[in-house]
């Protein structure tokens, strides 16, 4: 009973030490923490908020009368329709493909699907601007494609066509590399007793299927129009950047500064501004409803 008693209190001991050392721990910790979090806080503020906060300052600096009218301009319309033209094609198509792309990798087994896996990220890895030059070698005047465009007369570099087979190009992997998780953790017997109910795929797909990978593909299709908004290295090689006809907002932004016309390229920053500060904003708003 004596032992048992003396290993009691030394347990006893022990607990106490332990805490009181967790809370030395801590102490010592808290200096270290305030350190790092400061650290953080200032690097992001550098890198992020103060030069975020100075394009807002520079595009009103003359006044709100100044900013209304450089985003009133000619030039300036054209690009953000431009833009919006450009996220228009690339979200809807690379959704689709996006989904059909998924279903078919998260689903099946084959031989290549690796490969496949890996040729999807190649938009990730290779430069922007490497990509535009790609499309250029292809569908140039000297390309491979040269005769055929030249026979039919299609334009494709510095036109639209172009911009958007680059636009689609950087834009293609963020659908399906977002539904391909969530395929794949998805219990599939839902889907199969749908089709023991005489559910056709589509039906399956519409009442089962999507229900379930919705968030994820909101998400994906978030992704895809911000870049699409902000794409500037392939559509500046593909495009030509000619003001009034092939320029989006970002290459007006480049083209506005290098002409000294700063006030111009500030207020066409501050709308790409907004419309990533957007972004983030929905894309907030779709996290905290998928986790209720």
Same mark, same amino acid.
């Given at each position: 009973?004596?032992?048992?008693?003396?290993?009691?209190?030394?347990?006893?001991?022990?607990?106490?030490?332990?805490?009181?050392?967790? =809370?030395? %721990?801590?102490?010592?910790?808290? &200096?270290?923490?305030?350190?790092?979090?400061?650290?953080?806080?200032?690097?992001?503020? @550098?890198?992020?908020?103060?030069?975020?906060?100075?394009?807002?300052?520079? +595009?009103? =600096?003359?006044?709100?009368? &100044?900013?209304?009218?450089?985003?009133?301009?000619?030039?300036? @319309?054209? +690009?953000?329709?431009?833009?919006?033209?450009?996220?228009?094609?690339?979200?809807?198509?690379?959704?689709?493909?996006?989904?059909?792309?998924?279903?078919?990798?998260?689903?099946?087994?084959?031989?290549?699907?690796?490969?496949?896996?890996?040729?999807?990220?190649?938009?990730?890895? *290779?430069?922007?601007?490497?990509?535009?030059?790609? %499309?250029?070698?292809?569908?140039? =005047?000297?390309?491979?494609?040269?005769?055929?465009?030249?026979?039919?007369?299609?334009? *494709?570099?510095?036109?639209?066509?172009?911009?958007?087979?680059?636009?689609?190009?950087?834009?293609?992997?963020?659908?399906?590399?977002?539904?391909? &998780?969530? @395929?794949?953790?998805? /219990?599939?017997?839902?889907?199969?007793?749908? =089709?023991?109910?005489? +559910?056709? /795929?589509?039906?399956?797909?519409?009442?089962?299927? @999507?229900? #379930?990978?919705?968030?994820?593909?909101?998400?994906? *299709? *978030?992704?895809? #129009?911000?870049?699409?908004?902000?794409?500037?290295?392939?559509?500046?090689?593909?495009?030509? #950047?000619?003001?009034?006809?092939?320029?989006?907002?970002?290459?007006?932004?480049?083209?506005?500064?290098?002409?000294? #016309?700063?006030?111009?390229?500030?207020?066409?920053?501050?709308?790409?501004?907004?419309?990533?500060?957007?972004?983030?904003?929905?894309? /907030?708003?779709?996290?905290?409803?998928?986790?209720?």
């Amino acid at each position: 009973m004596t032992d048992k008693l003396k290993c009691t209190a030394s347990g006893g001991g022990g607990g106490f030490q332990g805490s009181s050392t967790r =809370r030395k %721990l801590e102490k010592v910790d808290t &200096p270290t923490k305030k350190l790092l979090l400061g650290t953080a806080i200032g690097y992001v503020s @550098l890198v992020i908020l103060v030069p975020t906060l100075n394009v807002f300052v520079q +595009a009103f =600096r003359s006044g709100v009368g &100044p900013f209304i009218s450089n985003i009133m301009e000619e030039d300036f @319309l054209h +690009a953000v329709k431009m833009t919006l033209l450009l996220a228009g094609v690339a979200v809807p198509i690379n959704t689709l493909f996006g989904i059909v792309a998924a279903l078919q990798l998260a689903r099946n087994d084959f031989v290549g699907k690796t490969w496949v896996l890996t040729l999807l990220d190649l938009p990730f890895s *290779i430069s922007p601007v490497v990509t535009g030059l790609m %499309l250029v070698l292809l569908y140039g =005047r000297e390309g491979w494609f040269a005769p055929v465009i030249q026979a039919t007369g299609f334009r *494709i570099v510095f036109a639209f066509p172009g911009m958007a087979l680059a636009t689609l190009f950087v834009t293609m992997p963020f659908v399906v590399r977002e539904l391909i &998780p969530v @395929l794949e953790q998805m /219990d599939p017997s839902e889907e199969e007793a749908a =089709r023991t109910l005489g +559910a056709s /795929d589509w039906e399956v797909f519409w009442n089962v299927t @999507l229900p #379930n990978i919705k968030w994820g593909l909101l998400y994906g *299709i *978030i992704l895809t #129009n911000a870049r699409a908004m902000g794409e500037f290295g392939a559509v500046s090689v593909i495009s030509g #950047n000619i003001i009034g006809r092939t320029q989006t907002l970002t290459l007006y932004v480049e083209a506005s500064y290098k002409e000294y #016309n700063t006030e111009a390229a500030f207020s066409a920053a501050v709308l790409l501004s907004l419309l990533a500060l957007g972004t983030l904003l929905v894309k /907030d708003r779709l996290e905290k409803a998928a986790e209720v």
